[in-house]
């Protein structure tokens, strides 16, 4: 296994160079951790509200806050605990209407927040302060955090970088995340997210349908393709309070929905007049959004007349779950190589400092008889249109783009028989050996082309 291959040539790096020991050892621990993923994007992209929308309770403060300064790391604990960095400082854990509240004491450079959540189980999610910031200490500590120079260990395994829309300062950061080191896995461990999605249809019900166009043209775009794995249309204010629905916020929106169209439409055309001095309207209004709130709206006038069955719809429409989908695809199948990816490229950044070339050649045939990193650097070749192949939307697809299960890659219905998927394999691997032999292909497309015969061996030899 990956994992214990690259365990083993930590090990001996400690024993070669004990003056980088700490950074190693660091990586060994690291290897038996959760996945990391990161939050990043420019200041108001909803980094906070998303995190909160993924773990299903406010937990990250979504305001201007003093908090929102530092990299604040949120994992699974077995009770509520807050430290500040670099002190090592116990902060109290405060909630204030069901959200948490983090106050600073002095100068920090990072947060850790210990939740008992299922969600952080097998992922710590890592808020940042935004891109771009006016502020320009906080774009440095993300940029740090995120892109550091060839000295520094990356922390982060894995990104969620959240725009509004493609903007120049998006695809700059998205280009600078890029790995330089060994693995060079480039796109494949960042996924965009068009983040308050609803916005984008100025808070119509269909909202969610042109944000979900507008992904669909960037999933497309060259400039994107090589900077990022998938692209996702969310909103996650909505996505969050269909998570956290109370039964006061359903009897709320059902007296909303008891009023005359016209008279509630009307007082939604500004957030003043739809509040009009109330603390019931305002409260509403901060949880759901008017896209929110017309759509639950509509959604209880439709019919639905249950709690759980509007959170539920809520959820869907959101945009959540297809996120969750793609996080669970591209990231938590991958966790173990995308854990290994990131101590490799910390040890290379020591060997680079030490000068010292002995584990070298080790690491190269870790990553030479790792073919799921050939698949990885494929998979990114192909989507940034660097390598071309015949068939390449089979190529992806085989290569884990929409998931590592066999199944998934040969494009097979769920309960395949084992017989069923062997003989798609084959076919499969005879489809890449009769391109592998087409004296038309450039050496490179050639060469690809083997590696995707290896990896239709490699399923055969599964079953």
């Given at each position: 296994m990956i994992t214990d291959e690259v365990r083993q040539?930590?090990?001996?790096?400690?024993?070669?160079?004990?003056?980088?020991?700490?950074?190693?050892?660091?990586?060994?621990?690291r290897l038996d951790e959760p996945l990391r993923v990161a939050i990043a994007g420019k200041?108001?992209?909803g980094k906070s509200t998303l995190l909160n929308a993924l773990v299903g309770e406010e937990i990250a403060p979504t305001d201007a806050g003093e908090c929102t300064k530092v990299v604040t790391w949120y994992r699974d604990g077995?009770?509520?605990r807050i430290v500040q960095f670099p002190q090592g400082k116990s902060l109290p854990v405060v909630r204030r209407d069901g959200a948490l509240e983090i106050t600073l004491d002095g100068p920090a450079d990072r947060l850790v927040v210990d939740w008992p959540s299922q969600s952080l189980r097998t992922t710590t999610l890592i808020d940042t302060p935004g891109i771009a910031s006016l502020t320009a200490s906080n774009s440095l500590r993300a940029?740090?955090?995120?892109?550091?120079?060839?000295?520094?260990?990356t922390e982060a395994d894995a990104v969620i970088y959240?725009?509004?829309?493609?903007?120049?300062?998006?695809?700059n950061f998205l280009e600078s995340f890029h790995d330089q080191g060994v693995a060079r896995a480039t796109a494949i461990n960042t996924v965009a997210v068009i983040s308050r999605a609803d916005e984008i249809g100025g808070g119509r019900v269909d909202a969610m349908i042109s944000a979900r166009g507008i992904a669909?043209?960037?999933?497309?775009?060259?400039?994107?393709?090589?900077?990022?794995?998938?692209?996702?249309?969310v909103a996650g204010l909505l996505a969050f309070s269909g998570r956290s629905l109370r039964q006061n916020d359903f009897v709320a929106l059902s007296a909303l929905a008891a009023l005359p169209r016209e008279e509630l439409e009307s007082s939604l055309l500004s957030a003043d007049r739809f509040m009009d001095g109330s603390v019931e309207r305002r409260t509403l209004l901060g949880r759901f959004g008017v896209f929110g709130i017309r759509l639950a709206v509509t959604l209880i006038r439709q019919g639905v007349t249950e709690p759980s069955a509007l959170a539920a719809e809520l959820v869907a429409r959101s945009g959540l779950l297809e996120l969750q989908k793609v996080l669970h695809t591209q990231f938590s199948e991958?966790?173990?190589?995308?854990?290994?990816?990131?101590?490799?490229?910390?040890?290379?950044?020591?060997?680079?400092?030490?000068?010292?070339?002995?584990?070298?050649?080790?690491?190269?045939?870790?990553?030479?008889?790792?073919?799921?990193?050939?698949?990885?650097?494929?998979?990114?070749?192909?989507?940034?249109?660097?390598?071309?192949?015949?068939?390449a939307e089979?190529?992806?697809?085989?290569?884990?783009?929409?998931?590592?299960?066999?199944?998934?890659?040969?494009?097979?219905?769920h309960g395949s028989a084992p017989g069923q998927v062997r003989q798609a394999a084959f076919a499969a691997l005879q489809r890449w050996q009769r391109h592998a032999e087409n004296p038309m292909l450039t050496r490179r497309s050639a060469d690809a082309c083997r590696v995707l015969i290896r990896t239709c061996e490699g399923l055969l030899a599964r079953r």
């Open positions: 040539v930590l090990l001996a790096a400690i024993d070669l160079y004990p003056q980088a020991g700490d950074v190693l050892r660091r990586q060994l621990v200041v108001k992209a077995h009770s509520p940029t740090r955090f995120l892109a550091p120079d060839d000295s520094t260990p959240l725009m509004r829309h493609l903007h120049s300062a998006d695809a669909g043209r960037y999933r497309s775009d060259p400039s994107l393709q090589g900077l990022c794995q998938n692209v996702v249309a991958r966790r173990h190589l995308l854990k290994a990816r990131s101590a490799l490229l910390a040890l290379d950044g020591v060997l680079r400092s030490v000068g010292d070339s002995r584990l070298t050649g080790a690491v190269e045939r870790v990553l030479a008889g790792t073919h799921e990193f050939a698949e990885l650097r494929l998979l990114s070749a192909l989507r940034s249109g660097v390598v071309k192949v015949p068939d089979l190529a992806s697809r085989l290569l884990g783009e929409g998931g590592a299960h066999p199944l998934v890659r040969l494009g097979l219905p």
